[in-house]
């Protein structure tokens, strides 16, 4: 069985989900294989993409993509593009109908042998906060992409999460459209055409 496999086969976290609102069982997606061009770290998978099995079946899915430049067909190009969130598996809601934190179990056991898997990528996009937190090992998500330029030259994007919560921060800080964006896309392309 592969690395792939073993994660999917993956249930750590029955016992946790089962006591989340949501009582759900374990479905991790895993979407990696080596020789990867462009890595994307997550967060977790949400409802939606438990339901679907595929990463980034969403509408945080659909603005990845458009802020990426990717076709739907590229975005899943398991040849080109890895993508390894946090958490593989949807950690559920709260009471209130809240996003659960990925839980850190399943980075702490997973992580390193995927990246190892991997090897090297010549494109990183760190998408949200925990990924920018282990990546890179900053608490403040907004200053994090904010100085996007120096990761950016080492291979590396913190993004914000595409998610429909981030709209304001987004219309706040119009030099992410303007400035990061483009410089986004044309790295994206070279990466992916090269």
């Not at 993004?159 to 964006?181: D, I, M």
Request: aromatic share 10%; hydrophobic share 45%; with cysteine.
């Amino acid at each position: 069985m592969g690395l792939d496999a073993d994660i999917r086969a993956c249930r750590l976290c029955a016992t946790r989900f089962a006591a989340t609102a949501t009582a759900h069982e374990p479905r991790p997606v895993a979407w990696f294989r080596p020789g990867a061009r462009l890595l994307i770290a997550g967060q977790a998978p949400g409802a939606r993409v438990h339901e679907s099995g595929r990463p980034f079946t969403d509408r945080s899915g659909a603005r990845l993509r458009d802020w990426t430049g990717l076709s739907e067909a590229e975005f899943y190009d398991l040849g080109r593009v890895a993508i390894v969130p946090m958490a593989f598996c949807f950690p559920g809601y709260d009471a209130k109908g809240a996003d659960l934190p990925p839980p850190p179990l399943c980075a702490a056991t997973w992580r390193a042998r995927v990246l190892a898997r991997l090897g090297a990528v010549p494109l990183t996009l760190l998408v949200g906060g925990a990924a920018i937190r282990w990546h890179l090992g900053l608490r403040d998500v907004g200053a994090a992409v904010a100085d996007w330029r120096g990761p950016a030259a080492g291979g590396v994007f913190p993004l914000p999460h595409p998610s429909w919560r981030n709209t304001g921060w987004l219309k706040r800080n119009p030099w992410f459209e303007a400035e990061l964006l483009p410089a986004l896309r044309n790295r994206v392309r070279e990466v992916m055409d090269g």
